[in-house]
């Protein structure tokens, strides 16, 4: 199986396992889609440079504040959350959750999927 193929596998099972995901991706730190099982009304390169910049500015805030190397950046809005969990050195795990999800078992699968994707990568 290929890389990319091993992605996807990785984005699927994440939505499989946790029903609370609704759509997710592995963005590289230059702000590129890597895979993807984002909705088609989502444009993927907007939201990979987007992704990048969130995680330029938490890094450095991070730095800044003395608070160590950036792991997690989470967003909250009014119809659900934005969850960005590093993956490795050159790629993070971006994935969309329900309003109502349940924050802990998303934290935990993302965790999974991430080490996933880092273990594929490298």
Known sequence: MSRTERL???LSNLQYN???VEA????SEDGLIIASSLPQHVEETAVAAM??????MGGRTAQELKRGQLDLLFVKGDDGFLIIKNAG?????LALARKNAKLGLI???ITRG???VRDILS
């Open 107 to 109: 934290f935990l699968d």
């Open 114 to 116: 991430a080490d996933a």
């Open 51 to 56: 992704s990048a910049a969130m995680l330029s």
């Open 89 to 93: 050195p050159h790629a993070v795990l």
């Open 18 to 20: 946790s029903e609370d």
């Open 8 to 10: 996807n596998e990785t």
């Open 24 to 27: 997710c991706a592995v963005v």
